[in-house]
């Protein structure tokens, strides 16, 4: 039996390969402009670097999670998120020796047990931004803009931004009895997931997307009128240097993500299309994480986007994705004994900074001309045995068509 990618995963093939190299291109170039420098963190990492980092009532950590055991006995889990591996790195590695502030950037798969949908793999690909060792609304505002300055240089329009205050540790206490009793009595109408929420982690009721809690949490009282003064005075911050730079954005007072670990701002950036899960984007402030996993209270704020739905945001806004760079020059043997001098031909001219290849098969001069036009090569060196005892070769343009000998020692010039 033939055995099948699994469920959830996907192969990017070679003719998909240019998107992807064109996307993280792009991110980089606007990352390495801001001052972000990237970090690569292990694919696996200690359980309870999540439980603890993430938050242990979060579904996350409860239902979607790769966990397994190593050969000692350790639990082990595939990462499904990177802002807490980069801190454990920043942790372990003391980088705060480095610079009181560190801008750090990641780029790569992260894995998550979840129904895969339109855009949603249970491996997946992200990219996301840190700025640790700062309080700083202005850090707040710079990594929004951050984000939406990697979506314009992809071409991505009409995103929506949304942001909220999900307030710290002082002013969400009492926000969290206030909401509990305003659902007491509406509990036994929540989802079956927002009655076990309602004991863990009231805050997550929120975020559902179910109709029956859409309407049960219309009314509920909103944390953003329950800040204290330092978190009011933040988000106020923050939405004044967003209006500084001109960005748009809106108001959600039920927003408030998926991990635990936020504080002070969240946002979204959103896509029509996407259906009900229509973040493309999404971050906030935490500044408890890093004190959470055992290193002293340092503020930080970050950022993530998952990198399979902006290709879908991309093709639905019908964005033009660069044509391939095609292949300089084309190798043909006249005939298989010709392979040898071909061969030597081939990697003088890559020696030379061209790009080139040729058919190492059997196959006849006329069908390596179709698959020297197939890829698109500006040329094709014809290797024959009478030319090449004569040290020429035959140079064939492949946009004209037109085709003539050419010395061997003369050939790179003539490309």
């Known amino acids: ?15 998909d390969i ?23 963190t292990p694919f696996f990492e200690y359980t309870d670097l999540f439980v603890r980092g993430i938050g242990e009532s979060t579904d996350i950590v409860t239902k979607e999670m790769f966990t397994f055991l190593d050969r000692k006995g350790r639990s082990l889990t595939l990462r499904p998120e990177g802002t807490a591996p980069v801190v454990r790195a920043y942790l372990e590695k003391s980088m705060d020796r480095i610079s009181k502030v560190i801008k750090l950037f990641y780029l790569g798969p992260m894995f998550r047990c979840e129904k895969p949908q339109s855009g949603r793999f249970r491996q997946f690909n992200q990219f996301g931004i840190e700025i640790i060792g700062t309080k700083s609304s202005a850090a707040d505002a ?4 951050t984000v939406l300055d990697v979506y314009k240089k992809l071409g991505l329009k009409n995103l929506e931004i949304l942001i909220n205050s999900v307030g710290c540790k002082e002013c969400r206490g009492a926000y969290v009895q206030k909401l509990k009793k305003y659902l007491e009595d509406k509990k036994s109408f929540l989802c079956l997931e927002c009655k076990e929420r309602y004991n863990k982690n009231p805050l997550r009721v929120l975020d559902c997307k179910k109709d029956s809690c859409k309407k049960i949490i219309a009314s509920a009282p909103l944390i953003i009128e329950n800040l204290c003064q330092e978190c ?52 906030g402030r935490y500044d408890d994480l890093i004190e959470e ?72 001069l006329k069908s390596q001309m179709r698959i020297a036009n197939k890829s698109g090569a500006r040329y094709t060196v014809i290797v024959g045995e009478e030319e090449f005892s004569k040290h020429m070769v035959i140079l ?20």
């Open 232 to 283: 009011k005075l933040h988000f106020s911050e923050v939405k004044s240097f967003l209006h500084d730079q001109k960005i748009i954005f809106k108001e959600d007072p039920k927003l408030v993500r998926g991990l635990d670990y936020y504080t002070k701002t969240a946002f979204e950036i959103i896509s029509g299309g996407l259906g009900a899960q229509n973040a493309i984007g999404g971050g």
């Open 18 to 40: 240019s998107k992807w190299y064109y996307i993280e291109d792009r991110i980089k170039e606007i990352l390495n402009k801001y001052g972000y420098k990237e970090i690569r």
């Open 142 to 145: 710079e990594v929004i803009i």
């Open 293 to 364: 996993l055992g290193g002293k209270s340092t503020p930080a704020v970050g950022f993530a986007a998952g990198i399979e739905r902006m290709m879908i945001v991309i093709e639905q806004q019908q964005i033009k994705w660069p044509e391939e760079k095609a292949l300089d020059v084309f190798v043909a043997k006249a005939k298989d004994e010709n392979i040898e001098a071909a061969f030597g031909l081939l990697q003088k001219i890559r020696n030379a900074g061209l790009s080139a290849d040729m058919d190492y098969s059997e196959s006849s």
């Open 1 to 15: 039996m033939l055995i099948k990618v699994p469920k959830g995963t996907q192969d990017i093939l070679p003719e």
């Open 396 to 415: 064939r343009n492949m946009q004209t068509k037109e085709q003539k000998e050419v010395k061997i020692d003369d050939l790179i010039d003539q490309l």
